[in-house]
């Protein structure tokens, strides 16, 4: 049996309410992420975050990892953006050598 609450509330029918236990860390990114990306509360953000996960299988928690340090680059500095011609000649490089 779960904690859930069943309520039909301001989140739309039949919606449950959960606890999620999460590090500070990790809450503080959740935080300024949901508020950066607009999204009007946490709750919001992580519906949304969860709704894709379901919706999307195919993103493999890897390839979240990948995305998530290719950011982590950009804002730091350590890696920078390429242009969209920079891709195609980077795939043009990589299909000659075959």
């Known amino acids: 049996m779960s904690d859930a609450e069943t309520s039909t509330g301001d989140d739309g029918p039949d919606t449950v309410q959960i606890n999620l236990r999460l590090t500070q860390a990790f809450l ?6 949901w508020e950066e990306q607009g999204f009007n509360s946490r709750s919001e953000f992580l519906r ?10 195919e993103f493999s928690r890897e390839g979240w ?6 950011e982590h680059g950009l804002r730091t500095g350590e890696e920078e953006l390429v242009s969209r011609e920079e891709v195609i000649a980077m795939m043009d490089d990589d299909t000659d050598g075959e």
């Open 65 to 70: 990892k990948q995305i998530a340090a290719s």
């Open 28 to 33: 503080d990114d959740i935080d300024a992420t």
């Open 48 to 57: 949304y975050a969860a709704r894709d996960a379901v919706k999307h299988p």
